[in-house]
Nanobody
Framework: VQLQASGGGLVQAGGSLRLSCAASGTIFSPNTMAWYRQAPGKQRELVAG???????NYAASVEGRFTISRDNAKNTVYLQMDSLKPEDTAVYYC??????????????WGQGTLVTVSS
């Protein structure tokens, strides 16, 4: 399974960006798809996740500003980022996971897309 992320760029504080990540090489929709980010000098952190059924979870720092969604038919996950802040600057990675019972059968990562928010 390969993940291709796109949509990063440079935006001013208060602006918006939409990230997309398409999964290829599988006919099955991943159980969960998520966005992580890693800022310089910091650990990678979960930004938002979404299950195949549409249940979502968000980091507290982005709750109310970011919206994650997915199109199961296209195996694509999106991250709509509004009211961006300079502290949102990071490389954003998409992730796809599947499970068979308690066994993780898929754990794929995209190549990362840079989001830079200027003040």
């Amino acid at each position: 399974v390969q993940l291709q992320a796109s949509g990063g760029g440079l935006v001013q504080a208060g602006g918006s960006l939409r990230l997309s990540c398409a999964a290829s090489g599988t006919i099955f929709s991943p159980n969960t798809m998520a966005w992580y980010r890693q800022a310089p000098g910091k650990q990678r952190e979960l930004v938002a996740g979404i299950s195949s059924g549409g249940s979502t979870n968000y980091a507290a720092s982005v709750e109310g500003r970011f919206t994650i969604s997915r199109d199961n038919a296209k195996n694509t996950v999106y991250l709509q980022m509004d009211s961006l802040k300079p502290e949102d600057t990071a490389v954003y990675y998409c992730n796809a996971r599947s499970y068979f019972g308690s066994v993780r059968t898929l754990d794929a990562w995209g190549q990362g897309t840079l989001v830079t928010v200027s003040s």
